[in-house]
């Protein structure tokens, strides 16, 4: 039997500059203490080449 996930896929988007196309798709619990918070995580941006301040944004809906 499959194990149930407790993780949301969030997107994060830079914070300064969010025209430069890069994110990154992260896992968030989705229970406990961290939920209330947003995700805000120092990443590489290689549109930039520098490392910025990326921020949770979510993720947009599925297609059919």
Known sequence: MAK???Y???QLIPEE???????Y?????????KVAEKLRL???D????????FVE???PPHSK
């Open 4 to 6: 149930k996930t407790s």
């Open 8 to 10: 949301a896929l969030k």
């Open 17 to 23: 500059n969010p025209k430069t196309g890069t994110k």
């Open 25 to 33: 798709i992260v896992r968030k619990p989705t229970k406990g203490m």
């Open 42 to 44: 120092k990443k590489y």
């Open 46 to 53: 290689p549109v930039l080449k520098k490392h910025v301040w």
């Open 57 to 59: 944004k979510k993720m």
